[in-house]
């Protein structure tokens, strides 16, 4: 089914040639239908290809796939997280003191986990896109998460700068 071509009307044996041609012939009998290709009306269409261009016509079924929306709103909350993560890093990695500094330390390996975290869950996030956006409210409550995680994240090193 990837792309919308449905199963059985992919090209094959002659049966399923047949019976393509029998759903486009129905479909295209009695409407006013264009060939994508050149703009020819396929009204009464006799064969499998656009008389005027010569393209095989192929019937196909698309779904309208869901909004993106929280997939986004999570996405921008992971990199932001990621992003201003990086930023601490740095700072902290610029600003270390030369002797040892068991306080400095610890906000240094707490840096460490939040990026590992972030960067962890901005893989996860993109490798689950598709399985996600088939679960809105799983999505959405993830990408509320996602937010509470980074605005945590920049009240965490907006502290630690004081
Ligand atoms: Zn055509």
Redo the contacts with the bound molecule.
């Keep these: 089914m990837r792309g919308g071509v449905v199963e059985w009307m992919k090209p094959g044996t002659t049966g399923l040639q047949d019976a393509n041609f029998a759903a486009l012939q129905a479909f295209v009998n009695n409407r006013d239908v264009a060939?994508t290709?050149?703009?020819?009306n396929l009204r009464g269409l006799k064969s499998g290809s656009?008389p005027?261009?010569g393209?095989r016509i192929i019937l196909q079924l698309f779904v309208d796939p869901p909004k993106p929306s929280a997939m986004i709103a999570g996405l921008i909350a992971l990199s932001a997280g990621l992003g201003i993560n990086g930023l601490g890093l740095l700072a902290a990695a610029n600003y270390r003191p030369p002797s040892p500094d068991p306080v400095m330390d610890s906000e240094f390996n707490w840096l460490m986990l939040g990026g590992l975290f972030f960067l962890l869950a901005t893989i996860s996030w993109i490798c689950c896109w598709r399985a996600l956006l088939r679960k809105p409210w799983l999505s959405w409550l993830l990408a509320l998460v996602a937010w509470m995680a980074t605005v945590g994240e920049v009240s965490t090193l907006l502290d630690a700068g004081r």
């Design positions: 060939c290709w050149c703009g020819y656009c005027e261009c393209r």
